[in-house]
């Protein structure tokens, strides 16, 4: 199993950026995918997912109505685009994946085991 992230930059408040996550070694509808930001100093947070169904997608408040989490089964890909950025958005952006996460532990990165080498994201003026 592999991820790689692509996508990330340096963006001035109020742009986007869209990060997308390219699976291999699995299809991405047949395991709970999220992403996930760790910024300096800080604990790592959940950012956005899909259960392993796709039936249930979770944002954390601080993203919602501004990040959209989407996967192409096609390309086996699942993408962040990411609006309204804030300085507060800074951060190294992780995608990780796992065969057996169930709902409840969705939010939580302990239960992937598959994870990208992360794409740095830095919004400032």
């Known amino acids: 199993v592999q991820l790689v992230e692509s996508g990330g930059g340096l963006v001035q408040p109020g742009e986007s950026l869209r990060l997308s996550c390219l699976a291999s070694?699995?299809?991405?509808?047949?395991?709970?995918t999220a992403w996930f930001r760790q910024a300096p100093g800080k604990e790592r947070e959940y950012v956005a997912g899909?259960?392993?169904?796709?039936?249930?997608?979770y944002y954390a408040d601080s993203v919602k109505g501004r990040f959209t989490i989407s996967r192409d089964n096609a390309k086996n890909t699942v993408t962040l685009q990411m609006n309204s950025l804030k300085p507060e958005d800074t951060a190294v952006y992780f995608c990780?994946?796992?065969?057996?996460?169930?709902?409840?532990?969705?939010?939580?990165?302990?239960?992937?085991?598959?994870w990208g080498q992360g794409t740095q994201v830095t919004v400032s003026s």
């Open positions: 990780a994946a796992g065969s057996g996460v169930i709902t409840s532990s969705l939010r939580n990165g302990a239960a992937y085991p598959y």
């Open positions: 070694g699995f299809s991405v509808p047949t395991y709970a």
């Open positions: 899909f259960s392993r169904t796709g039936g249930y997608t």
